[in-house]
């Protein structure tokens, strides 16, 4: 028996990934091209040292397979945006080669080049990009990229997400338009861009190219919001996009699976802060509402088309049902009533509350609130508006502000956070009393206003339940802000013992593959052997007693169903085989010629056992060894003939020997623990018939010593 | 492996059943359907007002009247035509698929559903003892079985009604004597061509049964995997034919097998039939028959559906340019349309012609995907003629169905994608119920229906058996009617069916509503899905020809109905094994002195994950796996 001791060698041979993720070997030294064969020779020399090979293999076969795994194993992520900061969300990943960008989003609070993602850090091509939810942040960059920049390779969405992105497109296209700014795009380009998406399903498995897999989870948040599942080859990462994880009014609860997974990239807008029940804001957002129609006042409620409005609606539906009131509620867009219909169609993606209401009435019917007109503005008695934009940015709901502002019987609802800068901000900070109107005249701000966060994001409870459950090998967080985002990846790395980043715009993170596996062939039986239990019992006591009958020591189950495979490595080809195939495998492999198989077993005692044995009996040397063993194993073993032949013992085709090579094949990986006391190894080796018996004398021979 | 053909159905309505053995060591029963067309052998409940002039009031009276009336009539009548009376006067029983209570349904591991006909006889099989198989089906597929299978029972509650509470027992036309006075033509449906198929009739389930069945079913969404015990790895494709129904793929370590149920290439509301997800696989197992009547339509150059001779020979030679996928999937795709374009024009014509006549139309559905269609083409027709001729559409769950269809964007077709992404509503019968044209009752004597009644009408009705439901009063409305059509689907035996209606002076049309599929087409999707065996059922042996040289050869088997086909098993004897690298790093290797051979012993832990055998280090396994046991809080569905 020849030994290789080298561990490197199954890897190298059959999946080179152990090599390449050497920390040593970066992508650059890897030969790529062809032609440079001065680097190819140059990577041998450096590999050769390193990797023993039977002569017949051809070291050719090493290095093709080298190049094609060779490319950024592992996950790369490179952040253009929302990388410590909320906007613009858009990430990079090459898994294991496949590119992917994840959302592709831009910033409302800049207008300059800052607003869109640099997609010019992009090295190389694309192979796909997916969009988790319709908000402007994670797909307004999306028409530019690819009707501008020119990407024109897959792009993935959720049903809804296709559906109602280009409503908020168009809407954000009409504000700007609106306001003089020039984009960066026009209406077309989002048409265009649309019909390049490809709708998809919740966990519906989709390939891309031949290693790419991708599925979209639940994610709560907005109607159509998914987290994005992506695995190529062993390398498995979620992209969570934005998430909740508490059910509202219309959606349900972030679900996913357990997954193995590398990575999570998770987005951070509530890192530290830890939310009230939703119950408690929708009754005091109800109670508002109310006292202030009741006293004859208007409520204006800011919002987007989209999303929170639709929540809203059914929370004052039902209240209105309910509570039997008839004053009116209005919506001021047509996007709204566009949006309605979606949202009547796409009921499957909302919560189970309303799902089940689809055989008796579409809960998306609405039947207290109605469109707006803009003459009715100023129509006398009380009533509750709807206004886009949110924030009170500017167009309608800002014109009705300036006239409801005065009366203090008005109530203007901010429900959610409004981004500094705005009017919105302002007046939920307290800071707003006057307002210039277009006239140059100043308006007394007089109306009350409340602001309720009904937020769609996880809170940092959610965001480490999140993790715990997927509990992956590493977390990445974006979408927040940075002090905040530093102080949840400590509470991560200190809570789950696991590498968190936190990285900023154009950062890259490096995450070596961990769930790697090589791949063998196994046989047949080989695979039932290892599927049928195969326990053994045995009381093994630390005294050294085998057969004693001291009941107190403890009973062990072994179920070693693998041991009893026996993986060859034959030209090339990994195969697993049953040992009782074994001697079939080597026919085979020995051209047909029986072979006679051998296994084998060294194994260290520790001495102090051993010299109070031989001590006992005033003996030295191996032989003495023996002779004490062979005594020993023929007092527990009255039924076989034990020998001692001098040099070993012999029971059966079973041989046991001391053992002075000190690198003998045969020796297991095992330490030997007190390294003070010197040890003894045993060399032992047994046709196959004797397994049994063997592996009794074995384990009887380390207890009684 | 092993298959064993139960019953090879009959088509769309009644699908094909099989099952499959030892799928790595399960059993797996593809499609559990219910034989409604031997409904045809029953009588429909007698108009009332025949008993109520005889002064019989009571239910079980009527019952011991008419059964000795009808003795009587048969001893009479045996060697003339076949007369209504000849039928079987009771409750009705149902027809579960033949041979699968011969099997212990707990030894089931697996049922896999690919349409919503081939669940209705499920409820049978999940009521069993011991019955304990995961059942998978995709969402859609689930919802309107639920809805067709209330819908059956909320029919068959009219024969309840009529025979009063079932006798314990076999019924009477069970016992012997009885089954020696059918006539011939009947008694075939009811104990089979063999004499092997009395078992097989019950009574109909209950709303409970239904509900039980719902629960234990495991629903999946459009390409979802499933993964059975980590074993086998089960996904559902489109198969184009209906909302929700698909072909399955079922992954395990040693073989990847491809189950094709019935299967149209281009739908006009469903899905595309995804067959591009199918390829690659080991075996394909083609239980498809629906094409086999038609084709010797297509023989006998039937007056009704002309094909051109140029489409045929176009299929034949697209096999040659096989690498050309793209232009192949076209051609596929093309043929279809035109045809059942035509045929339905056709459909709609012969009812303008009624309608102008002043007769009135009916419309035995079954088909959900019809239905759409013709309720999209009639008023377009109707609208052009400016004839005011409402449609109803009359079933205990047709308002249900048809907010149904409004809601599952996942299962249509691309254009009615397109216009549910440009915000208009998928199919038009949203539209033509708000405009009053189309109107919908949960039943014939609602008090809705009467008020709103008006002659000539359209009505789509339930049931196509005619023997249940609305379509019964309906037919004995109109039956006398020259100017009144009745629209019914091919493969239902109109002779037997219309017997309790003669005589019968309405037209009655009779074609097939599905797009053909024709064998070139079929020769070379199996070609183009490159199966390593192919299973087909042995009607097609002489007609499908596998033996073109210039293709890759790829064995083919033939099942027969009734019997066990053994499948070879796959060609090397081993499985793929998957080591992790923290184990890998830790072997100790020997090399033989000899032979370029290395080994060593293996250690770990073998798990089954995904359908792969993964060695795993013991311990850290151990650990991975508690933590990922964790139940997660859920709300959404």
């Known amino acids: ?705 | 492996m092993k298959l064993t053909c139960l019953s090879s159905g009959t088509g769309y309505q009644y699908p094909p059943c099989h099952i499959l053995e030892d799928v790595c060591g399960f059993r797996i029963l593809l499609d559990c359907p219910l034989d409604l067309s031997a409904l045809s052998v029953f009588s429909p409940v007698p108009p009332d007002n025949g008993f109520v002039s005889d002064g019989e009031s009571s239910h079980i009276s009527a019952r011991d009247c008419y059964d000795k009336e009808q003795e009587i009539r048969k001893r009479q009548k045996f060697g003339t035509p076949l007369h209504g009376e000849d039928l079987i006067h009771d409750e009705l029983w149902y027809k579960t698929v033949k041979n699968l209570h011969l099997w212990d349904p707990s030894s089931i591991d697996v049922v896999l559903i690919s349409s919503v006909m081939g669940m209705l006889g499920l409820p049978f099989l999940t009521r069993a003892e011991g019955f304990s198989a995961k059942i998978y089906v995709t969402d859609a597929a689930a919802r309107l079985a639920r809805l067709m299978m209330e819908d059956l029972v909320s029919m068959n509650m009219e024969f309840q009604y009529f025979y009063g509470p079932r006798e314990s027992g076999a019924p009477h036309w069970m016992r012997r004597e009885e089954l020696e006075l059918l006539r011939p033509e009947v008694k075939e449906v009811v104990v089979g061509k063999d004499g092997s198929e009395l078992g097989v009739w019950m009574p109909l389930y209950s709303l409970a049964d239904v509900m039980d069945c719902m629960q234990k079913v495991q629903t999946l969404k459009y390409a979802e995997a499933a993964c059975y015990n980590g074993t086998l790895v089960l996904k559902p494709f489109s198969s184009g034919s209906e909302i929700g129904s698909c072909n399955w793929t079922i992954d395990g370590p040693k073989r990847n097998i491809t189950w094709l149920s019935c299967s149209i290439f281009a739908s006009k509301h469903a899905m595309n039939f995804d067959y591009d997800a199918l390829r690659g696989r080991d075996l394909v197992l083609y239980s498809d028959k629906q094409f086999l009547p038609l084709m010797d339509e297509v023989q006998s150059n039937d007056a009704s559906s002309t094909i051109p001779s140029k489409d045929l020979s176009d299929l034949r030679c697209c096999s040659a340019d096989k690498d050309d996928w793209k232009k192949l999937s076209e051609s596929l795709l093309s043929t279809d349309e035109i045809l059942e374009k035509e045929k339905l024009d056709f459909i709609c014509s012969c009812i303008l012609q009624s309608v102008q006549a002043g007769g009135s139309v009916v419309i035995p559905y079954n088909r959900l995907g019809i239905l759409l269609q013709l309720l999209e083409m009639i008023p377009v027709l109707l609208e052009s003629l400016a004839a005011d001729v409402p449609i109803y559409v009359i079933s205990s769950i047709a308002a249900e169905l048809l907010a149904f269809t409004t809601v599952v964007p996942e299962w249509v077709c691309k254009p009615r994608q397109e216009k549910m992404f440009s915000g208009e509503p998928m199919f038009s019968h949203v539209d033509l119920m708000s405009k009053r044209k189309l109107h919908v009752f949960s039943a014939i004597h609602s008090p809705e229906l009467l008020t709103t009644w008006q002659e000539p009408c359209i009505i789509f009705a339930s049931h196509w058996s005619l023997r249940l439901g609305a379509v019964v009063h309906l037919l004995r409305r109109w039956g006398g009617d020259a100017n009144s059509l009745l629209i019914l689907e091919d493969g239902v035996d109109a002779d037997i069916a219309l017997l309790p209606f003669k005589p019968l002076e309405m037209k009655v049309l009779q074609c097939s509503f599905l797009p053909e599929r024709r064998l070139p087409k079929i020769e070379c999707l199996l070609k183009l899905l490159q199966p390593k065996i192919l299973v087909l059922p042995d009607d097609l042996k002489e007609k499908l020809d596998f033996s073109n040289p210039s293709s890759d050869k790829f064995p083919v088997l033939y099942y027969t109905e009734g019997k066990t086909l053994c499948l070879p098993s796959s060609p090397e004897g081993s499985v793929d094994l998957e080591i992790a690298s923290v184990l890998a790093e830790r072997l100790v290797w020997q090399t033989l002195e000899k032979h370029d051979v290395m080994y060593t012993r293996l250690e770990g832990e073998l798990v089954m994950e995904q359908g792969k055998f993964r060695l795993l280090p013991g311990i850290a396994r151990a650990d991975s796996h508690l933590s990922k046991t964790k139940e997660m809080k859920t709300d959404a569905g």
């Open chain 1, 1 to 705: 028996f020849l030994g290789i001791n080298d561990p490197g060698f199954l890897l190298s041979r059959h999946r080179p990934l152990a090599i390449s993720n050497c920390p040593t070997t970066s992508s650059d030294d890897l030969p790529l091209q062809p032609l440079a064969a001065g680097r190819w020779l140059r990577f041998l020399g450096k590999l050769l040292p390193v990797l023993r090979w039977p002569p017949q293999a051809c070291p050719f076969l090493l290095l093709v397979e080298i190049r094609q795994s060779a490319p950024a194993m592992g996950i790369e992520c490179l952040v253009l945006g929302a990388g410590q900061e909320i906007g613009k969300s858009c990430v990079i990943v090459t898994i294991n080669g496949m590119r992917i960008m994840f959302d592709c989003g831009m910033h409302l609070g800049h207008s300059d080049e800052e607003r869109y993602p640099d997609f010019s850090l992009i090295d190389g091509s694309l192979d796909c990009v997916v969009i988790t939810h319709f908000h402007l942040d994670h797909i307004g960059a999306l028409p530019y990229f690819t009707e501008v920049v020119g990407y024109n390779g897959p792009i993935y969405m959720t049903y809804p997400t296709k559906a109602l992105a280009p409503l908020m497109l168009e809407d954000f296209l009409r504000i700007s338009v609106g306001r003089g700014v020039e984009e960066k795009f026009t209406a077309e380009d989002i048409s265009a861009c649309m019909k390049k998406v490809t709708p998809i399903d919740l966990k519906q498995n989709i390939q891309v190219g031949k290693d790419l897999q991708i599925r979209a989870y639940y994610a709560g948040h907005v109607l159509g919001a998914a987290m994005v599942y992506a695995k190529v080859g062993d390398a498995s990462m979620v992209y969570t996009g934005d998430y909740n994880m508490t059910p509202d009014r219309h959606l349900g609860a972030a679900q996913i699976d357990p997954l193995e997974l590398d990575l999570v990239i998770t987005e951070s807008t509530y890192a530290t802060t830890v939310r009230d029940s939703k119950y408690a804001s929708e009754r005091k957002f109800l109670k508002a509402v109310h006292d202030c129609v009741v006293a004859g006042g208007k409520v204006l409620i800011p919002t987007f088309a989209l999303g929170r409005a639709q929540e809203l609606f059914i929370l004052l539906e039902d209240y209105w049902e309910r509570m039997n009131l008839k004053v009116p509620i209005y919506f001021s867009s047509g996007l709204t009533k566009q949006a309605n219909i979606y949202y009547k169609t796409l009921m499957s993606w909302t919560n189970k509350k309303i799902k089940d209401t689809i055989a008796l009435q579409n809960a998306f019917n609405l039947k207290h609130v109605v469109s707006f007109d803009r003459s009715q503005i100023n129509a006398p008695g009380p009533c509750v508006l709807f206004a886009s934009p949110g924030m009170l940015s500017g167009g309608l709901s800002l014109e009705v502000f300036k006239q409801w502002a005065p009366s203090e019987v008005n109530l203007v609802m901010l429900p959610g956070h409004c981004v500094a800068g705005t009017i919105g901000h302002k007046l939920a900070s307290g800071k707003l009393t006057k307002l210039y109107a277009d006239n140059n005249s100043q308006i007394e701000i007089r109306c009350k206003n409340v602001n309720l966060s009904f937020s769609a994001h996880t809170d940092s409870k959610g965001i480490m339940d999140l993790l715990k459950f997927l509990s992956p090998k590493h977390a990445m967080l974006v979408h927040g802000e940075k002090p905040r985002m530093s102080i949840l990846k400590k509470k991560i790395e200190s809570e789950m013992g696991i590498k968190c980043y936190d990285p900023p715009n154009g950062g890259l993170v490096k995450i070596p593959s961990a769930t790697v596996h090589v791949k063998a062939q196994t046989s047949d039986s080989f695979a039932k052997s290892c599927q049928s239990p195969n326990f053994s019992l045995s009381r093994c006591s630390t005294s050294g007693a085998v057969l004693s009958t001291d009941l107190a020591s403890p009973l062990t189950v072994t179920d070693d169903r693998v041991g009893e495979a026996i993986l060859f490595v034959d030209g090339g080809k990994a195969r697993g085989v049953h040992k009782d195939e074994l001697e079939l495998e080597l026919i085979v492999s020995g051209e047909g010629k029986p072979q006679v198989v051998l296994f084998g077993h060294c194994f260290p005692i520790r001495s102090k056992n051993l010299t109070n044995a031989t001590g006992r009996l005033g003996l030295s040397g191996s032989r003495s060894l023996l002779k004490v063993l062979a005594l020993e194993l023929s007092h527990l073993f009255p039924q076989v003939d034990v020998q001692n032949m001098g040099d070993f013992l012999q029971v059966g085709s079973f041989i046991l020997s001391v053992c002075t090579n000190a690198s003998c094949t045969r020796r297991s990986s095992e330490v030997p623990g007190d390294p003070s006391t010197t040890c003894t190894y045993f060399c032992c080796s047994w046709c196959m018939e004797d397994e049994k018996l063997a592996l009794a004398i074995i384990s009887s021979v380390r207890n009684s010593l």
